[in-house]
Nanobody, 115 residues
Framework: QVQLVESGGGLVQPGGSLRLSCTGS????????MNWYRQAPGKEREWVAG????????TYEDSVLGRFTVFRDNGKNTWYLQMNSLKFEDTAVYYC????????WGQGTQVTVSS
C-alpha cells in the first residue's frame, strides 16, 4: 500500500535552515506529483509547495517563495523541502501529500523556529 514517511524536522533558530524528506513506497514514484503542506497550531492545514512528476513544474506559496526549494530524487524515492531563512511563522507540522485517489498523507514532521 501507499506509504509516505517524512523526516528532518527539528528546532532551529530564526534565519536557520532545515531539509525535510519524504520517502514514498507502494506506487510508481517517478510518475507521481507531490505537495508539501503545513499546519501551524490553531490554524488550518495550508499548501506550501508542489512539484510535478517530472520535476519541471514547481510552485510555491507566496510566503515561502525564495526561501524554500522543493526537489526530488527518483533514485531514492524521496522528495525534499529545503527550507532556508526560516521565520517564527514557519513553525508548523509539515506533511507531504500524494495527490491521487482521495489523497495520501505522511505522518508529519514538526518544525519549530525559536530563539
Amino acid at each position: 500500500q501507499v506509504q509516505l514517511v517524512e523526516s528532518g524536522g527539528g528546532l532551529v533558530q530564526p534565519g536557520g535552515s532545515l531539509r525535510l524528506s519524504c520517502t514514498g513506497s507502494g506506487f510508481t514514484f517517478s510518475s507521481a506529483a507531490m505537495n508539501w503542506y503545513r499546519q501551524a497550531p490553531g490554524k488550518e492545514r495550508e499548501w506550501v509547495a508542489g512539484i510535478s512528476w517530472g520535476g519541471d513544474s514547481i510552485t510555491y506559496e507566496d510566503s515561502v517563495l525564495g526561501r524554500f526549494t522543493v526537489f526530488r530524487d527518483n533514485g531514492k524515492n524521496t522528495w525534499y523541502l529545503q527550507m532556508n531563512s526560516l521565520k517564527f511563522e514557519d513553525t508548523a507540522v509539515y506533511y507531504c501529500n500524494l495527490p491521487r485517489d482521495s489523497g495520501y498523507w505522511g505522518q508529519g514532521t514538526q518544525v519549530t523556529v525559536s530563539s
